[in-house]
């Protein structure tokens, strides 16, 4: 058995022929209709070619070596299989000092970068909060939220709000904006939580949408697209901050928002609702037939999701001192479910590392900045075809029975 | 009384629009149980072959109806192309993964293709040459509705009765019903199913094409994003009728259509598309089934 045969090459040379023949408009012909001038950038054509033939080739090759795998494992005796990541955290002496030293990592992390980075730092991890609190509805219950950025406006503009009519401070909005939040996903869930996934799908989006245009257009009620600034920053106990410290702040402000979101998750995963949203996700029927109420808990799902994002929404109000109508779209909701999905449904783990790849990568490779949303894109359907469970797959709390049982 | 039939009007040529979008998602849902979240840049990336092609024959000097014809023959030809590929690369795989990951699957394809056909070409708007051309003897009711409008309403109509009788009479239309019903059992009987799946994607792609050359020279302006709230109402559509049901899809893009017409008419149109979506949660709360659809029970 050859590694490739002359079937792949065939194979490849249609892949190829039909890729340049498929994007032969868009990405050949350029036109500017104002002057009615055509450009014409052949050059493209072979870019694809040689592009669609290779990933063509890779794949036969790639799937090649897995049959002959399986094949060879079939001959075997039945090995049970262990993922890297059980045997990274079922083996303390190896986990125990890593997670020690990614722990101190993040403690020191503004002693070592400069604020610069200290920033674009404090975003990824509220990115790693919002993750999170996303894992909890698609993860964990396997409920297709497309409008999630919806929780997040809500918690930027309840405390943008309360602190421009009100005067409200940081602390006491926080609660607020996860109420308002978790009110809010009550509010859609409760009509739309009887239907079958797909349709909550599009009408989360929906909502999501209706969310922005509400607050792009109702100009008395949001100050529209010019938005709110001059947010006050979080305080602590008055003290008068200079700038590089205020970040400093934020930043173990975010830690500590992180560590609080992991903590309570992990509680979750382990507690009858968590169990039940698991049960929720792998099979609804069998899940009512155990006596699960469906509809109560898709709602402590959607409400518990929509929590984190609020809390999430007041410390992005927080850190930039201003809101405004562009930071909630759809593309927003589109990078955290890739967080998701990249990092591995279901696992805090994962999800950490996703947005940790997600949000740092684009920052440091700026002049691939445009393409960032077309590999997001690309990203998506990839994980799903070829790695459904994430970088970091989900691992599920299993007894095993002793082996010195009396 | 005029205003009332002038909003009457756009609300058709508005329905006409989603109803041959909306057929691409009723026909794939009904199929293979998936929403199609790709199915609008379909629809974009169609207006945008339409454009490009007939801005590089007007340069050669066609003629108009000439430059109308091919641009819209490379359209359907290229969004058909897309649609299927899409489905080879994205879907196909997927068949029989859980039920989450086709729909993410799906939505990634739409971002990447929004986005490839906005680094390809641009950001910004495009104008959309008028390829429909003004009739003369028309012009006493331009008033409340041009030859455009016209146009649509009545290339809909063709088209929708090719394809009932499409579905309803060659032999392809009924190994899609078949496989529709039941997919396992059209397998065992004969029937191939990805190639049945393949032309469900095909001919869902190409309605979208005729659609988007349709809306583009109606509206005059395009960019990338245009499929993307364009997916989603006809998708709202296709669920007001009943989601799967072709009749249903046709009456939903209609409803749809004239409701957010009066709506933008009456009312405001800065809030045109918070109807749309308003109507959709509606209809799933106190009809889940759509208009025309019938309730199923799910059986273990």
């Known amino acids: 058995m050859d590694v490739i045969t002359l079937k792949d090459c065939r194979k490849a040379l249609i892949a190829a022929l039909w890729f340049m023949f498929l994007t032969f408009p868009l990405l050949v012909i350029k036109v500017n209709t104002t002057e009615n001038l055509v450009i014409w950038r052949w050059h493209n054509l072979l870019y694809v070619g040689v592009a669609a033939g290779s990933a063509s080739l890779l794949t036969s090759i790639f799937r090649g070596l897995h049959d002959r795998k399986r094949e060879q494992q079939r001959h075997q005796e039945k090995v049970i299989h262990i993922s890297l990541t059980e045997r990274f955290f079922s083996n303390p002496v190896v986990s125990r000092p890593v997670l020690a030293a990614g722990a101190l990592f993040f403690l020191i992390f503004p002693l070592l970068f400069s ?68 009110l809010f996903g009550i509010l859609l869930g409760f009509p739309v939580l009887r239907l079958r996934g797909d349709y909550l799908a599009i009408v989360t989006l929906g909502f999501g949408e209706i969310i922005l245009l509400v607050l792009k257009n109702w100009a008395e009620f949001s100050q529209g697209p010019g938005g709110i600034s001059n947010i006050s920053r979080p305080g602590f106990f008055g003290m008068e901050m200079s700038m590089a410290t205020t970040l400093n702040y934020q930043y173990y402000l975010t830690i500590a928002m992180v560590l609080l979101t992991i903590f309570v998750i992990n509680r979750l995963q382990n507690s009858r609702i968590g169990r039940a949203l698991f049960a929720l996700r792998e099979d609804e029927i069998a899940c009512q037939a155990m006596g699960i109420d469906k509809t109560t808990i898709k709602l402590t799902a959607f409400a518990l999701g929509a929590t984190w994002a609020g809390l999430a929404g007041v410390l992005f109000a927080a850190k930039n001192a201003y809101v405004n109508p562009d930071s909630f779209t759809f593309l927003e909701s589109a990078m955290i479910l890739c967080i998701v999905v990249l990092g591995g449904m279901g696992s805090i783990v994962g999800v950490i590392i996703g947005a940790l790849i997600l949000i740092l990568l684009p920052e440091y490779l700026r002049a691939f900045s445009d393409y960032r949303m077309l590999a997001f894109g690309a990203l998506l359907v990839i994980m799903m075809v070829f790695r459904p469970q994430g970088i970091v797959a989900n691992i599920r709390r299993s007894y095993h029975k002793k082996d010195s049982a009396p | 009384m005029e205003y009332f039939l002038e909003l009457v009007f756009s609300g058709l040529t508005r329905g006409s629009i989603y109803a041959l979008i909306a057929l691409g998602y009723t026909m794939v849902y009904g199929i293979i149980g998936l929403i199609n979240f790709a199915h609008g840049e379909i629809y974009m990336i169609g207006a945008f072959t339409a454009l490009i092609i007939a801005t590089v024959l007007n340069m050669y000097g066609l003629p108009l109806p000439a430059i109308l014809i091919l641009a819209s023959v490379a359209a359907i030809i290229w969004s058909a192309a897309y649609g299927f590929t899409v489905e080879r690369l994205a879907y196909r795989p997927l068949r029989g993964a859980p039920r989450l990951s086709p729909l993410i699957s799906a939505i990634g394809m739409s971002i990447f293709l929004q986005n490839y056909v906005m680094l390809a070409q641009t950001p910004n708007f495009l104008p959309f040459p ?150 959709l949660v509606l209809i799933l709360i106190f009809r889940p089934a759509g208009l025309l659809g019938r309730a199923t029970i799910e059986k273990v």
Do not use: C
């Open chain 1, 115 to 182: 604020t610069y980075q200290v920033n674009i730092m404090t975003t990824a991890l509220m990115y790693v909060v919002l993750g999170l609190g996303l894992n909890i509805v698609v993860g964990v219950a396997g409920l297709l939220n497309l409008g999630y950025v919806a929780f997040y406006a809500v918690g930027a503009y309840t405390y943008a709000l309360l602190n421009m009519h009100f005067g409200v401070g940081f602390w006491v909005a926080l609660p607020l904006g996860g109420i308002m939040a978790a």
């Open chain 2, 130 to 279: 008028a390829l429909i051309p003004d009739l003369p003897f028309l012009n006493r009711f331009t008033s409340m509705v041009g030859t455009t409008d016209l146009a649509i309403l009545l290339v809909t109509a063709i088209v929708m009765i090719l394809l009932t009788l499409m579905i309803k009479f060659t032999r392809t239309g009924k190994a899609m019903r078949a496989t529709s019903q039941d997919r396992t059992m059209a397998f065992l009987v004969g029937v191939n199913v990805d190639t049945v799946i393949s032309v469900t994607f095909i001919t869902g792609s190409s309605l979208a094409a005729i659609g988007g050359v349709l809306i583009a020279s109606h509206i005059g302006q395009i960019n990338f994003y245009i499929g993307f709230i364009a997916g989603i109402k006809a998708f709202t559509a296709a669920v007001l009728g009943g989601i799967g049901s072709i009749p249903g899809a046709v009456l939903g893009s209609f409803v749809l259509g004239l409701t957010e017409s009066f709506a933008t008419g009456y009312v405001s149109s800065a809030y045109e598309d918070v109807f749309a979506f308003s109507l």
